[in-house]
């Protein structure tokens, strides 16, 4: 699986929270606010499609509590990154993950020194 980028800013948001709390509520209002203190701004509606979006991958789980809706992560992120990392494996590499890492090494040489 691969993530948007939209994506990718939900899910630090709220890994972010769940570490300073593993049992928060956290909502749509949530994120935005978080975002938007990260000088990312973005329309309510649109966080919340993507967060929908992201229940029907199955990354994150809706709950309902009195008449608001709650989501939490189902994967943390180092099984997330494992995840990511699997799917470009296969879409790149034919699954094999010796290549994957011959790449990396050759093409992130700048990175290593």
């Known amino acids: 699986m ?3 980028i939209l994506e990718i800013e939900i899910m ?14 956290i909502s749509v209002s949530d994120i935005v606010n978080e975002l938007n203190d990260n000088q990312i701004t973005r329309a309510y509606t649109t966080i ?15 709950y309902r509590n009195n008449k608001k809706f709650f989501y939490r992560s189902t994967l943390d992120k180092t099984e997330a990154a494992k995840k990511v990392l699997e799917a470009v494996g296969e ?3 034919d ?8 790449f990396i090494e050759k093409e992130c040489e700048y990175l290593l020194v």
């Open 95 to 102: 699954g094999d993950p010796i290549n994957m890492l011959r």
């Open 2 to 4: 691969v993530y948007g």
């Open 48 to 62: 919340k499609t993507v967060m929908d979006r992201l229940v029907t991958k199955g990354i994150l789980a809706r």
């Open 91 to 93: 879409q790149f590499f």
């Open 12 to 25: 630090n948001v709220i890994w972010k929270l769940q570490k300073l709390d593993e049992d928060a509520n």
